[in-house]
Nanobody, 122 residues
Framework: QVQLVESGGGLVQAGGSLRLSCAASGRLFSNNVMGWYRQAPGKQRELVATRTSGGYTNYADSVKDRFAISRDNAKNTAYLQMNSLNPEDTAVYYC????????????????WGQGTQVTVSS
């Protein structure tokens, strides 16, 4: 089992910034991927950004030039720096983690945090 604890959400005005943190504990392999997904009211959960323990990143096109995901592998913690926020970024943001085999294939279930609300006012 892997436990994920998120922090850093809140209310911000358009154009502002927020930083989310996600701390993982439990049986997380040294080879893994952690990332962020979000779900706005009435919409499906969508990818925001992921980063493997080896440093490979993947971003949604809508956030690519504004958000940055980083990791502290020693602390099993992932961060999402969100800049130039706009009301369309309003959603519950969920941290996700999954163990990977040496081949890069996912292993076992993926894990989710409880979610943190991000609200951007216009």
């Amino acid at each position: 089992q892997v436990q994920l604890v998120e922090s850093g959400g809140g209310l911000v005005q358009a154009g502002g910034s927020l930083r989310l943190s996600c701390a993982a504990s439990g049986r997380l392999f040294s080879n893994n991927v952690m990332g962020w997904y979000r779900q706005a009211p009435g919409k499906q959960r969508e990818l925001v950004a992921t980063r493997t323990s080896g440093g490979y990143t993947n971003y949604a096109d809508s956030v690519k030039d504004r958000f940055a995901i980083s990791r502290d592998n020693a602390k099993n913690t992932a961060y999402l720096q969100m800049n130039s926020l706009n009301p369309e970024d309003t959603a519950v943001y969920y941290c996700n983690a999954q163990n990977l085999l040496r081949t890069g294939e996912p292993f076992g279930e993926d894990y989710w945090g409880q979610g943190t609300q991000v609200t951007v006012s216009s």
